[in-house]
């Protein structure tokens, strides 16, 4: 007996995840996680590099934001590929050029080849975080899609700190270079893994149908556990008027959109400029420079608890709920961290508590917005919202140091980006559910 293959997506929405799910998560994860190593290894062998080549502050500035250029380009113009020619082809392409990237760096002669070879690594990365995203969401159930999604958001946070320890003993034995020649080895691993066990989505082979959908859609049937005989149903043909990304601001999607938009820009932004420059501003607080690393620290650690305290409170209530419930305690919490700097311990727990929040928020954004945009156009979609919040990552850092060179005390920074996590909340308040 055939079945109608969107009851098998009605069916993986309503089922328990089956143990193949489980591993299209952890290897979502593992790719975040080689991410979080690659995005951050210019900064953990930054003073070799600068030594090495005997760079100005400015050009080290330049090759520090190439990563995030590519990121942000990555994100706005590789994801169309993923609803022309499949999920799993973009994240094979994008972890291709990460470990390129990754290779590239490890044997450059000037360090403006460092600087093309990090916006390929950040192209790839920001093709990785669309694909991740979108296949991790298709693939997870109704009640357990916000802390899949959440344990794949914390891989980022464990792949820095991970890639700062191993960056420390790889640096004293064998150079700076070691690092990005072990990202790459790491990387193109991750690819071979990818190519074996990834599969393609669901919601592209019933909507796009390319060749061999159905058998591939059969296999993927029995890998879950749901069965056998399912089928594709009847091709809807639709009219090529409109790119994927003009669609995004169509009748149907532009009140999402810029409501989406606004919230991704908000949440990076107030992430970015906590995450730059926290331990610069309590050093000027007043703590010596191993606190304010210390603290930062425990940002980054605090980060990696909420995404997964997140999903797990999203899988007892609705998402956007939390979520607009973790960004006014993000604000909140933000507004009081600087005031706690003359006191070390309450300035870590205030560190973890403010990463975690703040990680919290990325996590939920990351839930919400695949379920705001149909499979025909939700790579563009997700794509072009994770692109506008790395434009607020990569303005956060200069905008705080504009403020602060025109005058602005630091506590009112940290004021005005408990404000700046408000406009999050009320564009959250407004934005309609959609499933």
């Known amino acids: ?62 090759l520090l934001s190439a990563g995030l250029f590519g990121m942000t380009a990555g994100s706005l113009f590789l994801a169309p590929l993923a609803d022309k020619i499949g999920r799993r082809p973009l994240l094979l392409i994008a972890v291709f050029l990460s470990a390129v990237g990754m290779l590239g760096s490890a044997f450059i002669a000037q360090y403006e080849m460092l600087g093309f070879w990090r916006v390929i690594t950040g192209l790839g990365v920001g093709g ?17 899609r916000s802390f899949a999604i959440s344990v794949y958001a914390a891989g980022f946070g464990i792949g ?42 669901i919601d592209f082979l019933t909507n796009k149908q390319p060749r061999n959908a159905e058998i591939r859609l059969h296999m993927i049937a029995q890998k879950i556990g749901l069965g056998e005989g399912w089928v594709l149903p009847s091709k809807i043909e639709k009219t090529k008027t409109k790119l994927p990304i003009t669609q995004l601001f169509s009748e149907k999607y532009l009140r999402s959109t810029l409501l989406i938009w606004t919230s991704f820009f908000a949440i ?20 010596t420079t191993e606190q304010s690393v210390s603290v930062g620290m425990m940002i980054s650690l605090g980060g990696t608890c909420g995404a997964l305290i997140y999903g797990l409170l999203a899988s007892r209530w609705t998402a956007r709920s939390v979520l607009i419930l973790f960004t006014l305690l993000s604000s909140a919490s933000v507004m009081l961290f600087i005031g706690s700097a003359s006191i070390l311990w309450l300035a870590m727990v205030f560190g973890i508590l403010v990463g975690a929040l703040m990680n919290g928020c990325i996590s939920g954004l990351y839930t919400l917005n695949p379920l705001t945009y149909d499979a025909d156009i939700r790579g563009t979609g997700v794509g072009w919202s994770i692109g506008v919040g790395r434009i607020g990552a990569i303005l956060a850092p200069t905008v705080a140091g504009k403020l602060l060179d025109s ?14 996590l408000l406009i999050s909340t009320i564009a959250l308040f407004f934005l309609k559910r959609r499933h």
């Open 1 to 62: 007996m055939t079945q109608h293959s969107l009851s098998l997506r009605e069916k993986i929405e309503q089922s328990p995840m089956s143990g193949y799910q489980w591993l299209i998560v952890v290897m979502a994860a593992i790719m975040n996680l080689l991410d979080g190593f690659d995005v951050l290894a210019l900064a953990f062998t930054a003073t070799a590099i600068r030594g090495e080549f005997s760079l100005s502050g400015i050009e080290l500035g330049y």
């Open 128 to 144: 990785i975080l669309v694909g991740t995203n979108v296949i991790t969401s298709e693939y997870s159930s109704k009640k357990w």
């Open 160 to 201: 820095a700190v991970l890639g700062g320890m191993f960056s420390v003993m790889l640096q004293s034995e064998y150079g700076w270079r070691s690092v990005f020649l072990a990202g790459a080895i790491l990387t193109a691993l991750c690819f071979l893994i990818l190519l074996i066990w990834l599969p393609e989505s």
């Open 268 to 287: 990076m932004f107030s992430f970015y400029f906590v995450s730059s420059w926290t331990p610069a501003l309590l050093k000027e607080a007043g703590m």
């Open 407 to 420: 005058g602005w005390e630091k506590q009112n920074l940290y004021i005005g980006v408990g404000f700046v």
